[in-house]
């Protein structure tokens, strides 16, 4: 049977600079993939040619449950299931929460209606995002709300594998713990995850493999416990604290 | 002044100023996505009026009117929509943009205005009406057409407020106006969404301008004296809501009816000038206005 998720000699150029080179990588059904390493080093452009939002990749292939995607559009991509949070706060500051919810799941998945909000407030409800912010403008949230709020907006996709881009950047311990239970949570629901994370108790504590990257390529891929002792990964990454 | 007097010039001004809200929220629109002030407002209003008044040529009656009217506005939103593309579009990765925007809606403007010289002539015209008749109002004799403008052009701006609120792709435009960056990066086709923009702003205008050619006499050049005027409302009240220059507007048009009556046509534009002047000294980003621009 052909894995859940497989990426092919995956590259990525910008003019000379070689974001992502030749990485491949298998992700099977109900995984939590942990991805680090240092700042530049691809992994956000990982995620980037993965739904071609906003760009695809330069060469390589990439298969969801055994069809080839790499040539599909975003909209196509992500209305498979995968769906993708972005590093930098994209909530739309002067609209509602809500609206906020709903502005994406109409142009993703082309929801309208009394339809598109059943699935705000569904996601709503699983990531635990309180409802009664949901006439409130995105701007007022703590920046802490407003993440859920990008959470929420991303489970309200419907995903089967969601991309988080470091969930817990500039968050307190409580609510990296929060971020924790969230992503358990959501795994439990059957929601494959690929993590990208700094904040590393969160990224060894959720993941069962680790991925590490370093200008683009990979230098290691293995359970946790495997990687974060390889030297390799501790001399690139590890050994120097972010 | 007799209490007839008083409430003939309280309600023409607040006609005046329904049209007024109609004309500046179509350009608040597209300066709120845009980000550029858009000079060939006023030419779309005069385009507009001729369009419609062509229609009635063919189609004379209150139904005339009706059909001038709907065929007017959505032929504007096709014109509004395609210069985007002329207009806007080619200069935006420009770091001139709002400068280079000026020069472009100015040019468009000057070009919509001699083709409506070449095409209907410099004589002017006035579009027949849909309906006619006075109203016995507290006293004073209203116009049934002055309280028709008012009603549709009400009713235009609830329709296009829950058309941002409500629709998907009023949601998205106002997701595009907010965070252009963002809206890209979740892949909106963010020039489409600014061309509707453009589009609602000239079908607007055609709106106004198809009223304003029912209750006065329309020239090619017609639209700078609506243009200004909506500009005064926009710095009044500010662009912080959909609302402020909809206030704005009905605040100025009660304003200029009454300084028209006490100080007479002339001075009626100076004292709006100044009451805008004052409010960019006192309260720059307008009297409804908090620092932040949205839709
Ligand atoms: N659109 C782009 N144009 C040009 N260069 C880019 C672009 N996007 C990313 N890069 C470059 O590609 C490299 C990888 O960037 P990427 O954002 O994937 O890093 P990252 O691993 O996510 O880093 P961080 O931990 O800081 O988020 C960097 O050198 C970056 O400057
Ligand atoms: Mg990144």
């Known amino acids: 049977m052909a894995p859940f998720f497989e990426i092919r000699n995956l590259s990525r150029s910008f003019g000379g600079l070689k974001a992502l080179s030749n990485l491949s990588l298998v992700v099977d059904e109900g995984e939590i993939v942990g991805i680090a390493g240092p700042n530049g080093s691809g992994k956000s452009t990982l995620f980037n040619v993965i739904t071609k939002i906003p760009f695809g990749s ?83 949230l703590p920046i802490f709300y407003q993440k859920q709020l990008m959470i929420t907006t991303a489970v309200a996709q419907k995903p089967k594998l969601l991309l988080l881009d470091e969930p817990a950047s500039s968050l307190i311990e409580d609510e990296v713990d929060w971020v924790h239970e969230v992503i358990k949570k959501l795994n439990s629901m059957g929601i494959t995850i690929l993590l990208i994370e700094h904040v590393l108790p969160l990224l060894t504590g959720v993941s069962s493999r680790l991925l590490v990257l370093e200008q683009g390529s990979r230098i290691a891929l293995g359970p946790v416990d495997d990687v974060i002792r390889n030297p390799v990964v501790v001399e690139a990454f590890l050994g120097k604290p972010q | 002044m007799a209490f007839d007097t008083f409430v003939f010039i309280l309600v023409s001004g607040i006609v005046l100023g329904g049209l007024y809200a109609l004309m500046a929220v179509g350009l608040a629109v597209v300066w709120t996505t845009l980000d550029v002030f858009n000079f060939a407002h006023g030419a779309f209003v005069a385009l507009g009026a001729y369009v419609a008044w062509q229609v009635t040529q063919f189609a004379p009656g209150p139904q005339g009117f009706v059909f001038a009217t709907l065929a007017a506005t959505i032929f504007m939103f096709v014109v509004g929509f395609l210069l985007h593309f002329c207009l806007i579009k080619p200069f935006e990765r420009s770091p001139n943009i709002v400068l280079l925007a000026v020069i472009t809606t100015l040019a468009a403007s000057s070009i919509m205005e001699s083709s409506i010289q070449l095409i209907w002539g410099p004589r002017e015209k006035q579009i027949e009406a849909a309906v006619s008749g006075r109203f016995e109002f507290f006293g004073a004799g209203i116009g049934a057409n002055d309280l028709l403008a008012l009603v549709v052009a009400l009713a235009a701006l609830a329709g296009l407020a829950l058309f941002l609120r409500r629709t998907s792709t009023g949601r998205a435009m106002r997701a595009a106006a907010q965070n252009r960056e963002a809206a890209e990066l979740m892949g909106f086709n963010v020039a489409i969404l600014f061309a509707v923009a453009l589009g609602i702003a000239a079908a607007t205008a055609a709106l106004a301008g198809a009223f304003i050619g029912s209750l006065r006499f329309i020239n090619p050049t017609f639209g700078a004296d609506p243009l200004m005027k909506a500009l005064v409302v926009v710095i009044f009240g500010g662009v912080a809501n959909f609302t402020s220059p909809i206030y704005a507007a009905f605040i100025l048009g009660i304003i200029e009816s009454f300084s028209i009556y006490y100080l007479g046509l002339y001075w009626a534009p100076a004292v709006l000038f100044a009451l805008m002047i004052a409010v960019l000294i006192v309260k720059p980003e307008g009297l409804f206005g908090n620092r932040q621009k949205t839709l």
């Open chain 1, 58 to 140: 330069s060469s390589g292939e990439v298969v969801f449950r055994g069809s080839r995607i790499e040539g599909l559009s975003d909209i196509a991509i992500a209305r498979m299931g995968i769906v993708r949070t972005f590093q930098r706060e994209t909530v739309f500051r002067s609209m509602s929460c809500v609206d906020n919810i709903l502005v994406a799941i109409e142009q993703t998945l082309g929801a309208r209606g009394a339809e598109a909000e059943k699935l705000a407030d569904e996601a709503s409800e699983i990531v635990g995002f309180p409802r009664n912010f949901h006439n409130v403008p995105a701007a007022a």
